[in-house]
Protein backbone atom coordinates (compact mmCIF):
# COMPACT_ATOMS: atom_id res chain seq x y z
CA UNK A 1 0.00 0.00 0.00
CA UNK A 2 0.97 3.55 -0.28
CA UNK A 3 2.47 5.72 2.50
CA UNK A 4 -0.88 8.12 1.86
CA UNK A 5 -3.16 5.20 2.62
CA UNK A 6 -1.55 3.87 5.77
CA UNK A 7 -0.79 6.99 7.49
CA UNK A 8 0.98 8.23 9.80
CA UNK A 9 -1.71 9.31 12.51
CA UNK A 10 -2.47 9.28 15.84
CA UNK A 11 -3.84 7.60 18.06
CA UNK A 12 -4.13 6.56 21.92
CA UNK A 13 -1.75 3.54 23.19
CA UNK A 14 -3.09 0.68 25.19
CA UNK A 15 -1.65 -2.56 26.71
CA UNK A 16 -1.75 -4.71 23.69
CA UNK A 17 1.33 -1.83 22.69
CA UNK A 18 3.42 -2.50 25.21
CA UNK A 19 5.77 -4.50 22.82
CA UNK A 20 6.03 -1.90 20.07
CA UNK A 21 6.64 0.65 22.74
CA UNK A 22 9.25 -0.87 24.44
CA UNK A 23 10.97 -1.21 20.76
CA UNK A 24 10.31 2.09 19.91
CA UNK A 25 12.25 2.98 23.84
CA UNK A 26 14.82 0.11 22.71
CA UNK A 27 16.19 1.90 19.89
CA UNK A 28 15.35 5.42 20.50
CA UNK A 29 17.18 6.22 24.58
CA UNK A 30 20.13 4.91 26.32
CA UNK A 31 17.79 3.92 29.32
CA UNK A 32 14.63 2.52 27.58
CA UNK A 33 11.91 1.97 30.08
CA UNK A 34 11.74 -1.90 31.88
CA UNK A 35 8.55 -4.13 31.02
CA UNK A 36 6.83 -2.93 34.67
CA UNK A 37 7.21 0.74 33.99
CA UNK A 38 5.59 0.50 30.82
CA UNK A 39 2.93 -1.49 32.33
CA UNK A 40 1.80 0.57 34.58
CA UNK A 41 1.88 3.92 32.58
CA UNK A 42 -0.31 2.40 29.25
CA UNK A 43 -2.86 1.69 32.45
CA UNK A 44 -2.65 4.67 34.37
CA UNK A 45 -5.40 6.66 34.51
CA UNK A 46 -3.38 9.43 35.11
CA UNK A 47 -1.36 9.15 31.82
CA UNK A 48 -2.34 9.77 28.43
CA UNK A 49 -0.01 8.07 25.79
CA UNK A 50 0.12 8.09 22.13
CA UNK A 51 1.13 6.74 19.23
CA UNK A 52 1.86 7.71 15.84
CA UNK A 53 1.56 4.71 13.50
CA UNK A 54 2.21 4.43 9.58
CA UNK A 55 1.24 0.73 8.48
CA UNK A 56 1.12 -1.51 10.64
CA UNK A 57 4.20 -0.34 12.69
CA UNK A 58 3.91 2.34 15.87
CA UNK A 59 6.67 4.79 14.34
CA UNK A 60 7.03 7.38 17.18
CA UNK A 61 5.31 7.97 20.90
CA UNK A 62 4.72 10.13 23.65
CA UNK A 63 3.49 9.83 27.41
CA UNK A 64 1.94 12.85 29.29
CA UNK A 65 0.60 12.57 32.78
CA UNK A 66 -1.64 16.05 34.05
CA UNK A 67 -2.33 17.07 37.19
CA UNK A 68 -4.94 20.26 37.47
CA UNK A 69 -3.51 22.79 35.05
CA UNK A 70 0.16 21.00 34.73
CA UNK A 71 1.51 18.54 32.87
CA UNK A 72 4.41 16.54 32.66
CA UNK A 73 5.66 14.71 29.17
CA UNK A 74 7.29 12.04 30.50
CA UNK A 75 8.50 10.24 27.53
CA UNK A 76 9.04 11.00 23.70
CA UNK A 77 10.51 9.31 21.04
CA UNK A 78 10.99 8.77 17.27
CA UNK A 79 12.72 5.92 15.43
CA UNK A 80 15.63 6.59 13.77
CA UNK A 81 14.57 6.25 10.38
CA UNK A 82 11.65 8.59 11.13
CA UNK A 83 13.08 11.34 12.38
CA UNK A 84 13.66 15.33 11.21
CA UNK A 85 9.77 15.02 9.63
CA UNK A 86 8.15 16.98 12.61
CA UNK A 87 6.48 13.75 13.49
CA UNK A 88 8.38 14.79 17.39
CA UNK A 89 6.30 18.29 17.06
CA UNK A 90 2.91 16.85 16.36
CA UNK A 91 3.13 14.48 19.40
CA UNK A 92 3.99 17.48 21.70
CA UNK A 93 0.99 19.14 19.36
CA UNK A 94 -1.67 16.62 19.96
CA UNK A 95 -1.11 16.15 24.07
CA UNK A 96 -1.37 20.00 24.01
CA UNK A 97 -4.65 20.00 22.37
CA UNK A 98 -5.43 16.82 24.97
CA UNK A 99 -5.03 19.20 27.65
CA UNK A 100 -6.60 22.73 26.72
CA UNK A 101 -6.67 23.79 30.23
CA UNK A 102 -3.04 23.45 30.31
CA UNK A 103 -0.78 25.79 31.99
CA UNK A 104 2.59 25.10 32.45
CA UNK A 105 4.10 21.87 30.63
CA UNK A 106 7.05 20.48 32.29
CA UNK A 107 9.50 17.69 31.29
CA UNK A 108 13.32 16.46 32.11
CA UNK A 109 16.06 16.08 29.35
CA UNK A 110 19.66 14.84 29.46
CA UNK A 111 22.13 18.11 28.80
CA UNK A 112 23.82 16.05 26.30
CA UNK A 113 20.64 15.41 23.90
CA UNK A 114 20.64 18.78 22.12
CA UNK A 115 18.65 17.03 19.41
CA UNK A 116 15.95 17.17 22.11
CA UNK A 117 16.85 20.26 23.67
CA UNK A 118 16.85 21.74 20.44
CA UNK A 119 13.49 20.44 19.66
CA UNK A 120 11.99 21.85 22.81
CA UNK A 121 13.15 25.13 22.57
CA UNK A 122 11.71 25.42 19.18
CA UNK A 123 8.58 25.03 20.66
CA UNK A 124 8.99 27.74 23.37
CA UNK A 125 10.49 25.57 26.03
CA UNK A 126 12.66 27.10 28.93
CA UNK A 127 15.59 26.23 30.89
CA UNK A 128 14.39 26.24 34.50
CA UNK A 129 16.20 24.18 36.44
CA UNK A 130 18.44 21.12 37.13
CA UNK A 131 17.42 18.11 38.82
CA UNK A 132 21.36 16.40 39.96
CA UNK A 133 21.84 12.82 38.83
CA UNK A 134 18.05 12.24 37.51
CA UNK A 135 19.39 9.79 35.07
CA UNK A 136 22.05 8.79 37.50
CA UNK A 137 24.93 9.11 35.18
CA UNK A 138 24.16 12.73 34.45
CA UNK A 139 21.81 15.53 35.45
CA UNK A 140 18.68 16.70 33.65
CA UNK A 141 17.87 19.88 32.52
CA UNK A 142 14.20 20.93 33.75
CA UNK A 143 12.53 22.25 30.46
CA UNK A 144 9.14 24.76 31.03
CA UNK A 145 6.64 25.82 28.83
CA UNK A 146 4.51 27.92 29.97
CA UNK A 147 1.25 28.64 27.63
CA UNK A 148 0.07 31.09 29.35
CA UNK A 149 2.38 33.55 27.73
CA UNK A 150 0.33 33.50 24.42
CA UNK A 151 1.05 32.21 21.11
CA UNK A 152 4.11 30.51 20.45
CA UNK A 153 6.03 27.30 18.56
CA UNK A 154 3.70 25.68 20.62
CA UNK A 155 0.51 26.06 18.60
CA UNK A 156 -1.93 27.64 20.60
C1 LIG B 1 14.14 14.09 19.92
C2 LIG B 1 13.27 13.39 18.87
C3 LIG B 1 12.02 12.86 19.58
C4 LIG B 1 12.89 14.37 17.75
O1 LIG B 1 12.01 13.70 16.87
P1 LIG B 1 11.77 14.20 15.35
O2 LIG B 1 10.47 13.63 14.90
O3 LIG B 1 12.97 13.92 14.55
O4 LIG B 1 11.66 15.78 15.57
P2 LIG B 1 10.93 16.82 14.56
O5 LIG B 1 11.15 16.37 13.16
O6 LIG B 1 9.54 17.04 15.03
O7 LIG B 1 11.84 18.12 14.83
C5 LIG B 1 11.30 19.33 15.28
C6 LIG B 1 12.42 20.30 15.54
O8 LIG B 1 13.34 19.77 16.50
C7 LIG B 1 14.68 20.16 16.16
N1 LIG B 1 15.43 18.97 15.76
C8 LIG B 1 14.95 17.71 15.62
N2 LIG B 1 15.94 16.87 15.25
C9 LIG B 1 17.06 17.64 15.13
C10 LIG B 1 18.42 17.34 14.80
N3 LIG B 1 18.81 16.10 14.49
N4 LIG B 1 19.30 18.35 14.79
C11 LIG B 1 18.94 19.60 15.10
N5 LIG B 1 17.65 19.95 15.43
C12 LIG B 1 16.74 18.98 15.46
C13 LIG B 1 14.55 21.13 15.00
O9 LIG B 1 14.32 22.40 15.55
C14 LIG B 1 13.29 20.59 14.34
O10 LIG B 1 12.64 21.53 13.54
P3 LIG B 1 13.06 21.67 11.99
O11 LIG B 1 13.11 20.28 11.42
O12 LIG B 1 11.95 22.52 11.43
O13 LIG B 1 14.40 22.33 11.99
C15 LIG B 1 14.05 12.20 18.20
O14 LIG B 1 15.29 12.67 17.74
C16 LIG B 1 14.27 11.02 19.12
O15 LIG B 1 13.43 10.13 19.21
N6 LIG B 1 15.43 11.02 19.81
C17 LIG B 1 15.75 9.92 20.71
C18 LIG B 1 14.82 9.93 21.92
C19 LIG B 1 14.97 11.20 22.72
O16 LIG B 1 16.03 11.77 22.82
N7 LIG B 1 13.83 11.64 23.31
C20 LIG B 1 13.82 12.83 24.13
C21 LIG B 1 14.15 12.50 25.53
S1 LIG B 1 14.03 13.95 26.60
Keep these: MREAETGPFLRRMTLSDLPAAM????????KPWGE???????????????????????????????????????????????????????????TLAAYPDARLVHLEVRPSN???????????????????RYYGDEDAVLMTLDLSEGPSGGGR
Design 23 to 30: EVDRRSLP
Design 114 to 132: RTARRLYASLGFRETGRRP
Design 36 to 94: RIWRDELTSPFGLYLALEQGDEVIGQIGVRSVLDEMHITTIAVLPEHRRRGHARALIWA
